[in-house]
């Protein structure tokens, strides 16, 4: 939980999300991908739940973020996994998310990164918001929705997709070893699927917080990156 005073690592960027609401191509082609692993593909979307899923040509590099929220809103029911937010992120890499490639591969420790990708998530992807708090030794990522519409579970289990995405970015990247300090999730999960989560951020997370937020040491955020 996060109180006291604090240090937020992140401009406002609310002048620029208040004009455009869109997510990134690249990243429903990372949850389609995680989606075919289960067998659910484009057809049975369309089928199952009438959610047409465009092609690139057709919208550019923006996505409604409305249709990321479809696709999610019937994700574990069609894949019967409760995790699923980690199988999304098990399908990332730097040649599918250039937006993180660059950032991190031109970033000199894993805070720098951070402070990087709270800065311009707003440019990636305008529904969501991630804020940066550094408090006492350790520094929180915290999710926002600038899209109101988007009902309250799955901001919640969109938030657990940012912070699954960018954990496994940060481990890719820069250094496998790395675990987070805590975890905090809105969300219950089945019994079996807890552990899963623990494996993935590397320490045991709670669930039925208040908020999702997740926390890193300092000390090791600041550890210079390999060159």
Not at 17 to 36: D, E
Request: overall charge negative; hydrophobic content about 40%.
């Amino acid at each position: 939980m996060v109180t006291g005073p604090a240090k937020n690592i992140e401009p406002e960027n609310d002048g620029i999300r208040s004009q455009m609401k869109y997510t990134t191509y690249s990243g429903l082609q990372v949850i389609l991908r995680a989606l075919q692993q289960y067998g659910v593909d484009s057809a049975l979307l369309s089928k199952r739940h009438a959610i047409q899923i465009p092609k690139n040509s057709d919208t550019g590099q923006h996505i409604s973020p409305n249709l990321i929220e479809q696709i999610l809103d019937v994700a574990i029911e069609e894949t019967g996994d409760a995790a699923f937010p980690l199988a999304i992120a098990e399908h990332i890499s730097p040649s599918t998310s250039c937006e993180f490639s660059i950032g991190l591969l031109t970033s000199h420790s894993l805070f720098h990164f951070l402070d990087r990708v709270t800065k311009y998530y707003p440019f990636i992807s305008t529904a969501q918001r991630l804020r940066a708090v550094h408090l006492d030794e350790r520094v929180f990522l915290l999710s926002h929705f600038a899209e109101k519409s988007i009902k309250p579970e799955i901001q919640q289990l969109w938030g657990e997709v940012a912070f699954a995405f960018i954990f496994r970015f940060m481990r890719l990247m820069g250094r496998p070893d790395f675990n987070a300090y805590s975890l905090d999730l809105v969300r219950h999960v089945p019994e079996e699927t807890e552990k899963r989560y623990q494996d993935f951020f590397g320490v045991r997370p709670t669930f039925g917080a208040e908020r999702n937020a997740i926390s890193f040491s300092h000390a090791e955020l600041e550890v210079p990156l390999a060159t």
